[in-house]
């Protein structure tokens, strides 16, 4: 395998795990029973990194495509 589809495939688990964890977080608050004001604290913590997360998993899947194609 090229190297562009190492880093692409490594990229697209990290952003993965980051998903992974702010589902995990999101049903913690959940779970705790948060509502309101606090809920909605604790969800905007999480948007930045799921944001985050979500453009390495798209940038990872754009160089694995890359890498397959060159």
């Known amino acids: 395998m090229s190297a562009l589809t190492i880093a692409g495939i490594a990229l697209t688990l990290i952003g ?3 998903l992974t964890y702010c589902i995990a ?20 913590g999480l948007v930045a990194i799921n944001l985050g997360a979500f453009f390495l998993s798209a940038i990872g899947l754009a160089l694995v495509i890359f890498g397959i194609l060159f």
């Open 25 to 44: 977080k999101a049903y913690k608050a959940k779970k705790l029973g948060l509502t309101g004001e606090e809920l909605t604290k604790h969800l905007q």
């Open 16 to 18: 993965l795990a980051g």
